[in-house]
C-alpha cells in the first residue's frame, strides 16, 4: 500500500510563497495519479490540485494562477508550490494518492490514500 509523507509547512505573511513536498513510497514502484487536499478549522476538506502520471494537471478555480503542482519520478516526490498566499489559504494540507474510492478534483482521478498533513499558516 501507498505511504505518503508531507513536509514544507510553516507560517508566512500574506503575500509570500511555501513549497510544500510529498514523498511517495510503495512496495512496487507504481507510479500513482496524485493531489493535495486542504481542510480549514471548521470546514469541509477540499481539492486543490492533481497531477496524473502523464503530467496532466488540474486545479480548484481559488489557486489557479497562484499555485503549481509538479512531480519528480525518478525522486518519488510530488510537490505545490505556492505563490502569492492569502490568509485564507490557511489550512493543513494532506497529499492524496489514486485508490479506488475517493475524491475527484476539477475531473481529475480519484484520490483516496492520504497522508497526515502539514500545516499552512498565512497572516495578514
Known amino acids: 500500500q501507498v505511504q505518503l509523507v508531507e513536509s514544507g509547512g510553516g507560517s508566512v505573511q500574506a503575500g509570500g510563497s511555501l513549497r510544500l513536498s510529498c514523498g511517495v513510497s510503495?512496495?512496487?514502484?507504481?507510479?500513482?495519479?496524485m493531489g493535495w487536499f486542504r481542510q480549514a478549522p471548521g470546514k469541509e476538506r477540499e481539492g486543490v490540485a492533481a497531477?496524473?502520471?502523464?503530467?496532466?494537471?488540474n486545479y480548484e478555480d481559488s489557486v489557479k494562477g497562484r499555485f503549481t503542482i509538479s512531480r519528480d519520478n525518478a525522486k518519488n516526490q510530488v510537490y505545490l508550490q505556492m505563490n502569492n498566499l492569502k490568509p485564507e489559504d490557511t489550512a493543513m494540507y494532506y497529499c492524496?494518492?489514486?485508490?479506488?474510492?475517493?475524491?475527484?478534483?476539477?475531473?481529475?482521478?480519484?484520490?483516496?490514500?492520504w497522508g497526515q498533513g502539514t500545516q499552512v499558516t498565512v497572516s495578514s
Open positions: 492524496a494518492a489514486e485508490a479506488s474510492f475517493g475524491t475527484r478534483i476539477s475531473g481529475s482521478c480519484i484520490l483516496g490514500y
Open positions: 497531477i496524473d502520471t502523464d503530467g496532466t494537471t
Open positions: 510503495e512496495p512496487n514502484n507504481r507510479r500513482y495519479c
